[in-house]
């Protein structure tokens, strides 16, 4: 049941051959059994989501249902629902109950969608590898000692051990595509503006981005269809038209131009580029022509994201002081000490060295050097971008340097932020982009990255669901979870 498709699972349920209360308890009940193991949900709300999932039968009872109607998700624990926990992986707001549901959350409520659970995440997603949650580090389902990626390492593991078939992530830097990577599953981050940051915890506000991650492009294009669309409660949120994801799924291919940017590759892993390269003929086989492209300022991209998403989280976090909300240091002195002891006591060690990073480069007589600076080689990277695509349409790159690596395997910070090098270009750049499973290196998944102009999310999502039409790397699933008989 749970390596079935969104449409697999539309049609059990509208066939009455399962209700969507059966479906919820089925994937409630692997959620308890395997939580204990993964670590992927902070929060498993079993009654809650019965609760939706007696509504939606009624409405495909009623025949009144979407496509969503009754299918299971898991959403981060970034996005607020009101009544329920929303902890942001951080001690901060360990005990915070929003009095409102972002937007992506109450879209996905009015497709009758079935909320599963609150996914582990890293604190305040900022982090590569999930090993910065108060939670605790998730396992990565292929090999329990790796990592699954971060931030969104929770909803990557959901849907790659089978305990939700579709989960709702974040994206700053590539927190959304890195762990789809690192598991093995799909994962879209839209066009800054696409789907509306209202309720979703603020990170670094000019790059965060709320998206997709599930087993297949077809998955991903239905559910980002309901999650996408302008939101007047959001001011960066664009007004564009959101297309039907799912009539140009099947367009072909043939003659359209893929861009391999020659930085992405030339410092790979020879192995790593040996599969890509590989699956780079399956693109080939459906008529696409393959070009070398140059995006010059790649090595620019990972210095200045942190320049700037530090300097936007120093602000954004500033908002939580013991006074408003989340986590108050008891006896403090005065509020001076309040402020000290809470923020010393409430935030992590990762979110404090960017909240000094950011704080540093933000200060006077460093603005012109560092966040200026970082915000000039942010248009010459989206001046990039726009240069390669007034020659092709979509971009081929690697997602991540390496596979998954070991827990406690990188602990200096650089060497983390690294893992970033492929993704964060895209998120300065406010483009979408979508990674999808590419093979297996020593039994570990391997990602490629697909990047598109701005809305075009439609054709990231055609390009990898005729490529994954014709490949079965997304079909593959993990054995450290086993695999129970199918209902
Ligand atoms: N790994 C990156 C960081 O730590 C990206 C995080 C994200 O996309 N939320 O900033």
Known sequence: MHTKSIKELHKLLTDKKISAVELAQHFIDRALKHNPSLNCYINILSDEAKQQAKIADDKIFKKEGSLLTGIPFALKDIFCTSDMLTTCGSKMLSDFIPPYDATAYKNLKSSDMVLLGKTNMDEFAMGSSNENSFFGCVQNPWDLDCVP??????????????????????????????PASFCGITGIKPTYGRVSRYGMIAFASSLDQGGVMAKSAEDCAYVLQSLSGYDKKDSTSMPEDVPSYTESLNNSIKGKKIGLPTEYFANLDDDLK???????????????????????????????????????????????????????AKNPKNLEDLYLKTRTEGFGDEVKRRILIGTYTLSAGYYDAYYIKAQKIRHLIADDFNQAFAQVDILLTPTTPT????????????EMYLSDIYTVAVNLSGLPAISIPAGFHQKMPVGMQLISPAFCEHRLLNFAHMYQAQTDHHLQTPSQVPQEKIL
């Open 149 to 178: 990626g971060g931030s969104s390492g929770g909803s990557a593991v959901a849907v790659a051990g089978g305990l939700s078939p579709v989960a709702i992530g974040t994206d700053t830097g590539g927190s959304i595509r890195q």
């Open 274 to 328: 040996q599969i890509i390269t590989t699956q780079i003929k399956e693109f080939e086989k459906l008529g696409a022509i393959i070009v070398d492209i140059s995006l010059p300022h790649t090595d620019l991209s990972v210095p200045a994201y942190y320049v700037i998403s530090s300097a936007e989280c120093s602000s954004n976090l500033a908002r939580y002081d013991g006074v408003r909300y989340g986590y108050s």
């Open 403 to 414: 596979t998954a690596f070991k827990k406690g395997d990188k602990q200096n910070p650089l």
